[in-house]
């Protein structure tokens, strides 16, 4: 394996890690209405990521960076295309984050019921989009001979790119759903339970739709097997989330976007955005890298940060691994409590 072929294998995996981390706690922030009857019950939702939420998010800061220092090329030519649905993301990931933050600031019914909106905004305006930029990449993009994104923003917009963002939604909130009962005991445990089996049929049935459209139009053997991995996993998940086993189905969901995420990397191998407009415009592995001077700087360091971000990680969820109830949630908000203010043994 090349030095370019091993990083497009590592963003690879920081976009997996992000989609897996941070899409649990989408699905819980888009659920918050759903599942949140009243303002203690959302608190106890808030509460299920508030220790890991900004964590989480640490994946996608280490895969936009490794992009741009590895993949110059595929950095410039990909924001640049996906320019405004980036900006909106930024928008909701900021919007969400101070959502997070500033809900428990004032006790006040009105004042948090618009936060609430603006978690319930982001929770579900990124995953969608995040979903159509990867379906964009899948599909192909019309670049030039310069390597230039030579289209417009509607024509990021298809039927395609729509299921692509339908798609991850999906995943996120059925991944978020299950958490949740993971996460609570109580009444809001048998609700999340009994909601994660609905949404989970609906998200096997738009894989399934989006997957083998995808394998029809340019999949091979790998992407093939990794494709039925995914609906295969989301099985297993709704299966074991019947019969109350919340930890195992919270693996198969977390296995199944990790796939979904190996399943978009196969198909654009050995390139890194295929060309509609020619295929020699495509930027392949080789063609979009950084110098190997470069690359190599880059692997000492990664081999440095990594294994500290994922041992940091691995040590927050094991300290906030119990489960959450009502009964743990002061009656009266505490001013200045946010997503980490009400945290509770």
């Known amino acids: 394996m090349t030095l370019p072929e091993f990083w497009f294998v590592l963003i690879g995996f920081m976009f997996a890690s992000y989609f897996m ?35 989480n998010e640490t994946w996608l800061v280490l895969a936009a960076g490794a992009m741009f220092a590895a993949f110059p ?19 909701a990931l900021i919007v969400r984050g101070l959502a997070f933050e500033f809900r428990g600031k004032v006790d006040d019914a009105q004042w948090r019921r618009r936060w609430d909106l603006c978690i319930v905004f982001g929770s579900i305006a990124v995953p969608f989009l995040w979903g159509m930029f990867f379906a964009n990449l899948v599909a192909g993009m019309p670049i030039n001979e310069a390597g230039d994104y030579a289209g417009g923003v509607l024509d990021l ?63 091979g053997v790998p992407s093939t097997v990794l494709a039925v991995a995914v609906v295969t996993m ?17 693996f198969c969901t977390a296995a199944a976007t990790v796939l979904l995420v190996a399943t978009y990397f196969a198909l654009l191998y050995p390139n890194v955005m295929p060309s509609t407009l020619d295929p020699a415009n495509s930027l392949t592995i080789a063609d979009a890298s950084s110098t190997p001077y470069t690359l190599t700087v880059m692997t000492w360091v990664a081999a440095a940060v990594v294994p500290f971000v994922l041992a940091y990680q691995a040590w927050s969820y094991w300290v906030f691994r119990r489960r959450l109830s009502r009964d743990q949630i002061p ?3 505490q001013h200045g409590a946010g997503a980490r203010g009400d945290r509770s043994p």
């Open 21 to 55: 981390l941070e899409g649990f706690d989408f699905g819980v922030g888009a659920l918050l209405p759903i599942l949140g009857k009243d303002d203690t019950g959302r608190r106890v939702m808030i509460n299920t990521i508030g220790p890991v939420w900004d964590a």
């Open 73 to 91: 090329h595929w950095y410039a030519t990909a924001f640049s295309a996906y320019y405004l649905p980036l900006l909106v993301i930024l928008g």
């Open 157 to 219: 917009f298809s039927g395609y790119t729509v299921l692509g963002g339908l798609v991850v939604f999906a995943m996120f909130v059925t991944h978020g759903a299950i958490f949740v009962a993971l996460k609570t005991s109580g009444g809001i445990r048998h609700e999340a339970r009994g909601l994660a089996t609905r949404l989970g049929v609906v998200t096997i049935a738009l894989c399934a739709a989006f997957l083998g459209w995808t394998i029809a139009a340019s999949g």
């Open 234 to 250: 989301l099985v297993c998940a709704v299966v074991a989330n019947g019969r109350a086993s919340e930890g195992k189905a919270f």
């Open 331 to 333: 009656l009266t908000p």
